[in-house]
């Protein structure tokens, strides 16, 4: 299937593609197309493609079409995941079929649909959020405007400097990940997915398991407690995603007394901090743009407090 990535400018910028740009475009692409799959298939983008995974993410570069000095169109070729994937190990979040019908262009248009809608899944990821933000060096000035699409089958969409600040505005607003240690009963157990539950202080903390040989090993401790060290990830408003598993081992001595469910930073304070950073800026509309993700954290009355903090 056929997409077109258009770059767009009012001066003769775009009239030619040095090899170094065309280089950075490629591999920007290729990262988002990764991370989103990754994400669908796991829950997290942040994860190494196997074989398979890299040969279903393949993108061909077709054609490319200068228009008018004003325009330069790229044509990249892939295929839909139904013809390059036979098995798939999907997370709740997405059905195996739905998947099937999207090729790696199509999850990289989705993703950026998705960060600057802030409407689902995609935006609580931090590194795929990133990869989207290193994208915008392919605009190498103020005036260019990147559009993708596959003439009329997915939405297109429009890249401009203003919507790298909208996305870069969520990023910052997601806490970073941090490293734990937890102790609970290992509850459940989904293996083809990875996916495990950790009962603590009768709260499921969900875990994340990549290793094959971790996932055989952690059979044993079904119904017992364990120690989990691994890596805490969070969403938009400061609350755990999941842990990544590191390493485990069976209880010691005083593991349950020091272990607790991770905490993120005060999110109330975080954005405060990423908003006044924006104020300073001139860009006041930032906290607009973020007055969603406090929605569970604070009432009205606070959130205007805040505003007025921020803009002494």
């Not at 228009?67 to 390059?84: K, M, R």
Request: glycine share 4%; proline share 2%.
């Amino acid at each position: 299937m056929n997409y077109d990535i258009k770059i767009q400018t009012d001066s003769t910028e775009v009239s030619r593609l040095e090899f170094d740009q065309l280089a950075r475009l490629a591999k920007s692409t290729k990262d988002i197309a990764t991370k989103a799959l990754m994400l669908n298939l796991y829950g997290y983008s942040d994860i190494k493609p196997n074989k398979e995974t890299k040969k279903a993410l393949e993108l061909f570069l077709e054609e490319i079409k200068n228009t008018n000095n004003e325009e330069l169109t790229l044509i990249v070729d892939c295929f839909n995941f139904s013809e390059t994937i036979e098995e798939l190990q999907l997370d709740i979040f997405s059905s195996k079929e739905e998947l099937l019908k999207l090729t790696p262009m199509a999850l990289v248009i989705q993703a950026f649909h998705s960060a600057l809608g802030s409407k689902d899944y995609f935006s609580v990821d931090k590194p795929l959020l990133k990869a989207l933000l290193n994208f915008k060096k392919n605009l190498s000035s103020k005036n260019q405007r990147i559009f993708l699409s596959n003439r009329g089958t997915i939405a297109e969409i429009e890249l401009t400097q203003a919507s790298f600040e909208e996305i870069e505005i969520l990023e910052q607003g997601i806490p970073a990940a941090q490293t734990v240690v937890i102790n609970g009963l290992l509850d459940e157990m989904k293996v083809s997915k990875g996916k495990l539950g950790l009962l603590v202080d009768n709260e499921l903390i969900n875990l994340l398991v990549t290793k094959n040989k971790d996932i055989q090993n952690l059979r044993e401790f079904m119904g017992n407690e364990i120690t989990i060290k691994g890596i805490a990830h969070y969403n938009a408003k400061g609350k755990i995603r999941f842990v990544e598993v590191k390493e485990f081992n069976k209880p010691e001595k005083g593991d349950a007394y020091f272990s607790q469910i991770p905490l993120a930073e005060n999110v109330q304070q975080q954005l405060f901090n990423v908003s006044k950073g924006k104020v300073k800026s001139n860009q006041l509309s930032a906290l607009q743009q973020i007055q969603g993700l406090l929605k569970d954290e604070m009432n009205d009355q606070q959130f205007e407090e805040m505003l007025k903090d921020v803009r002494r």
